[in-house]
């Protein structure tokens, strides 16, 4: 039995924010009732790949989807019940920025159907906001979240973002004690990366934006994980913690090679080991759809290697590690960089399950990328076969 999940992007926005490197439009609200018609004209040319037994997971993210109507969220979620199915105790997840999502409306999302949200509060420090470019404030963002609870959301993750230039640890400090005084059931921590294309990257460049260097990301990011997990929080995925129960299920499936749909302008999909996603351009889309065409602008189907590459390196993220076949183990067992690792404490191999230590999880890039030129070099070497006899 196929158990899917399913994303919807939205890419509507006030403002583009410096550090975002999503597919986002800003002053096109005009735009909202043709591209909810265009998500529900996708949803229901794709119903043939939704499973028996209903959606296990469905997430509306962005950009910011509560830009559009509530009743065009009802719709397009409507629409969706209808042509893919919902399975009974699915979780139903809707991004919502602070600055522009009011108390009735949470109501309205939650009346909707949706049973968790997600809050871009990003942090509770007011210079760091305006750094970021966010058009909220940390008071805002607090009343988001209290909006949310009085909406009934029993299920609420809260977004922060680290390492933002010009802040200090005690700001990064003073953010983590509100939002574990805030109970969320679900937190996720990002360090400020530098995308290709955003505003951000080009002020770095020009030595406009001062950049945090890796010791003081590390010191923040370790800071945030002894908070949260001595505050009763799973450290399950590398930018992840959840109270008891509340990981993210669409977002586990992500890590764990689950397979989801996508709809919506740049969306993504993995279904039968094929991997697919949509044009980025707006206009381009809508002409698409509306024309009873596909809006797939590529695909690719992995290779065993890339999709064995892909398993480690997402599965290492998590706090339940690889799950690793026999050949493996004895291969990555046989390799000196591999045995480095163990023996310097960063990885650790508990009978089938390779996972990352207490110290490799800083530094998990860096281990990932170890690996997974073992396990290349692991493949290349079944290909090649034994060694010739000497004679």
Known sequence: MKSLGLYAHFPFCPCRCPYCGFTVVTGKDDLHERYATALCNELEAIARLAPAEG???????????????????????????????????????VEANPGTTDAARYADLRQIGFNRISIGAQSFFDQGLRLLGRDHTA????????????????????????????????????????????????????ALTLEEGTSFQRRARSGDLPVVCEDDDARQYIG???????????????????????RSRHNWAYWTGGEYLGVGVSAHRYVDGRRSWNTKDLPDYLAQVEAGSSPTEGGERLDPAAATSERVWLGLRTCEGVKLG?????????????????????????????KLTGKGIPVADAVS????????????????????PVP
């Open 55 to 93: 959606l296990a997971s469905v997430f509306f993210g962005g950009g910011t989807p509560t830009r559009l109507e509530p009743r065009l969220l009802e719709r397009i979620l409507t629409t969706v019940r209808a042509s893919q199915g919902i399975a009974v105790g699915a979780e139903i997840t």
């Open 139 to 190: 008071a805002d963002a607090l009343g988001a979240f209290r909006a949310s609870r009085k909406a009934g959301f029993d299920n609420v993750n809260l977004d922060l973002i680290f390492s933002i230039p010009g802040a200090t640890d005690e700001d990064w400090r003073r953010t983590l004690d509100v939002v574990v005084d805030l109970r969320p059931e679900h937190i996720s921590t990002y």
């Open 369 to 388: 990328v170890e690996i997974v030129t073992v396990i290349e070099d692991l493949a290349r070497d079944a290909q090649r076969g034994p060694d010739p």
């Open 224 to 246: 945030g994980l002894e908070r949260l997990t001595a505050a009763g929080y799973e450290h399950y995925e590398i930018s992840n913690f959840a109270l008891p129960g509340r």
């Open 326 to 354: 026999r050949v493996e183990r004895e291969g990555l067992a046989a390799k000196r960089r591999m045995t480095d690792l163990v023996r310097g404490g960063f990885v650790q191999l508990e009978g089938d399950r390779m």
